[in-house]
């Protein structure tokens, strides 16, 4: 992205981790997310910074911006969450149409090798205590895999609990995310016209690069 040539997009941009700090790099980076929620957090911690990033609310899926980029890509494996394939496929073809000439794409992928044969058996995913009020947080995951449909069923339940011990709320959030073969998801890029495809990583998790024909 530094040797990018001009401006890029971040896809999924959510709260801004990524996106905050290649800001602050000096880089000219732009980020889009469906999230009202999430985009105004990421402009409380811009705020905090001193930055002023430029933020579009909007799908990912398929990209409708009107301009073009240098870059566009998407580093924290959120293209996942475009379970439909159709979809999908009508969103590479727009990411191809919002770069300019000898733009890059850049998306990180992953297979769940080690979910493949999950059965929704929950799982504490993370923990945490706010030190101010002693609030712990807790976060149970449980998964199951459609192989044929290479589809990821993932339930996440957020359980709070207060200084005392005793449960506050609890949240459940169902969502379904879509993997890709890495020669599959290969010929797909070829297929819509990149070029230079390249897939860095394993079959468990890659980035794959493709360059938009000049």
Excluded: K
């Excluded at 889009?32 to 705020?47: E, P, Q, T």
């Excluded at 430029?54 to 409708?64: D, E, I, Y």
């Excluded at 069923?153 to 609990?161: A, F, I, M």
């Amino acid at each position: 992205m530094r040797d990018g040539g001009g401006p890029a997009l971040e896809l999924g941009c959510g709260t801004g981790r990524p996106l905050l700090r290649f800001l602050e790099a000096g880089l000219d980076v732009e980020g889009i997310d469906s999230s009202a929620d999430m985009l105004a957090i990421c402009r409380r911690y811009a705020d905090e910074r001193g930055l002023d990033p430029v933020l579009h609310q909007g799908s990912m899926a398929p990209l409708a911006l009107g301009r073009s980029f240098a870059t566009v890509y998407c580093p924290a494996g959120t293209f996942s969450l475009v379970s439909d394939r159709d979809l999908a496929l009508r969103a590479l073809n727009s990411y191809r149409q919002h770069l300019q000439p000898g733009g890059t794409l850049a998306l990180t992928m992953s297979v769940p090798v080690e979910d493949l044969d999950a059965r929704f058996e929950w799982r504490v995913r993370r923990t945490g205590t706010r030190p101010a009020d002693g609030t712990t947080f807790v976060v149970h995951e449980a998964v199951a895999c459609d192989q044929a449909a290479r589809i990821q069923v993932v339930y996440n339940r957020l359980e709070v609990w207060d200084d005392d011990g005793e449960l506050v709320r609890t949240l459940l959030r169902r969502h379904h995310l879509r993997w890709w073969e890495r020669t599959e998801f290969e010929g797909v890029l070829a297929a819509f016209g990149f070029a230079d495809v390249q897939s860095l990583g394993d079959d468990a998790g890659w980035v794959a690069i493709a360059r938009r024909s000049s």
